[in-house]
């Protein structure tokens, strides 16, 4: 009996500690983002894991996916170049065609146009369920009829049969968005301006809007989208789904391969020379948080000693501004670039030492590993970042045990920085992301045993 109360006691006693030691979490001292790896960045003969959270040059596990199958994961269609003018009246026309295979199910989608805040566009698979995002979808309805749908935040707000839902029907019809500045609207005609289908209200202005157009099922009909009068708009190859075919012009999509001029999605990437991949957070001083931002990566390496290169980075994370990244091979040599970077040592051809550079030049170099030449160097390494853009400061530091690299100041934040991630060798490397929670976090009675500590 006395063992039974002992042991009741004992438990008691732990789950005391255990919601002591949950509430006392200690004060953190920096804000970790939550971001990823931007697949519409990444070079082609690199890999990217399906959260977009580890870069590799190598398929690890099968958890990488090629290239050519990035871009667009849900929504399958693409998105234009340019956003809508919301200071002024403007116009863009979509042609469309359809031709039935089979009996269209009811609300199964045929075809999706649209505006939304280009953020929520490949969240879900379509539009419509978001309130900034406003719809015109084809749709089968009650198994007798195609019918265009307007949605927005989730509700239909409007609905009209264009043809009967019979197979090898043909449709072909044009849809007109008319954005009207001074009252907020977006209005929506079939044909010609004058045939009023769907008026959207209260249209969100400050918001970054795009016009998106997607295509689904294949089996379900035949499909293509066109953009008529395209003057101020064009589709962006670059976040063309892999499932969706488009023209050369960039006028036209389908969900089949209509000519020759009809390609898949730009299956280079964006990135042309530079081998890696650009985070897809800016760091900015307008948005500061009153605590520095804190990520990690973790580098995994697995290289014969005597294959390495002398000149290039085996890998490199840095910061620069986003539109600089593809002007070369490497960011370091960049005005504007902080940087870190894996390679053979300088003063050491057989070591490996890490680097941080800065406008083009070297500013300090440690050694993490002597090589030989029948000796293979596999290894793993955290780094940690913080930024501070009240300070303007970036400091690097290699984690376990905690130890500074380097720390760089008179960041220009104010101007917007992006984290950048890249690998310029062919043996198996992989830098893995890791923001927010996935970063270990450990404490007890509100002491926390690993520096730094982040506000999640």
Not at 252 to 274: A, D, M, P, Q
Not at 296 to 306: G, K, N
Request: contains cysteine.
């Amino acid at each position: 009996m006395c063992s039974l109360w002992s042991g009741a006691i004992f438990a008691a006693f732990l789950l005391l500690l255990h919601l002591v030691n949950k509430r006392m979490k200690g004060t953190a001292n920096v804000v970790c983002p939550s971001f990823c790896m931007n697949s519409s960045t990444l070079h082609p003969e690199l890999h990217l894991s399906e959260m977009d959270t580890v870069l590799s040059n190598y398929k690890i596990n099968g958890i990488n996916s090629q290239n050519e199958e990035k871009q667009l994961k849900k929504f399958k269609g693409v998105i234009s170049k340019n956003p809508i003018d919301m200071l002024d009246n403007s116009m863009f026309e979509v042609g469309f065609t359809f031709d039935v295979i089979t009996d269209v199910g009811h609300n199964q989608v045929i075809f999706q146009v649209g505006v939304a805040k280009k953020g929520l566009i490949d969240l879900d698979a379509t539009l419509g369920i978001h309130d900034k995002a406003w719809s015109i979808a084809a749709v089968g309805c009650e198994n007798k009829y195609i019918c265009l749908i307007a949605q927005s935040d989730g509700k239909d707000i409007e609905k009209l049969p264009i043809s009967e839902n019979k197979i090898n029907s043909t449709v072909s019809k044009k849809i007109i968005f008319q954005w009207i500045y001074s009252k907020r609207e977006l209005l929506v005609s079939l044909n010609i301006p004058e045939h009023r289908f769907v008026k959207f209200e209260d249209i969100a202005l400050g918001e970054d809007l795009h016009p998106a157009f997607a295509i689904y099922n294949p089996t379900l009909a035949k499909t293509t989208l066109t953009l008529l009068k395209t003057s101020h708009l064009e589709m962006d190859v670059t976040t063309l789904h892999r499932t969706v075919f488009m023209s050369d012009d960039n006028n036209t999509i389908s969900n089949f391969k209509v000519n020759e001029k009809f390609t898949r999605r730009n299956n280079r990437g964006n990135l042309i020379k530079y081998k890696g991949a650009i985070g897809d957070v800016q760091f900015n001083k307008m948005l500061y948080s009153g605590l520095p931002e804190y990520f990690e990566v973790v580098a995994s390496i697995d290289i014969i000693a005597y294959d390495t290169e002398t000149q290039g980075c085996i890998f490199e994370v840095g910061f620069t501004r986003q539109h600089l990244v593809d002007r070369g091979k490497t960011i370091r040599y960049l005005a504007t670039g902080w940087v870190i970077c894996a390679k053979r040592c300088q003063q050491d051809r057989n070591a490996i030492c890490l680097q941080t550079w800065h406008d083009g030049q070297q500013q300090k170099s440690s050694t993490i590993y002597h090589l030989s030449k029948s000796k293979r160097y596999k290894d793993e390494i955290v780094l940690g970042f913080f930024l501070d853009s009240r300070r303007g400061t970036i400091e690097f530091i290699r984690r376990s045990p905690k130890k500074q690299i380097d720390l760089f100041n008179n960041v220009p934040f104010s101007k917007g920085i992006y984290p950048v991630f890249g690998i310029n060798y062919h043996q198996k490397v992989s830098l893995k992301l890791q923001t927010a929670a996935s970063i270990p976090r450990l404490s007890l009675f509100g002491y926390h045993f690993k520096k730094p500590v982040c506000l999640l």
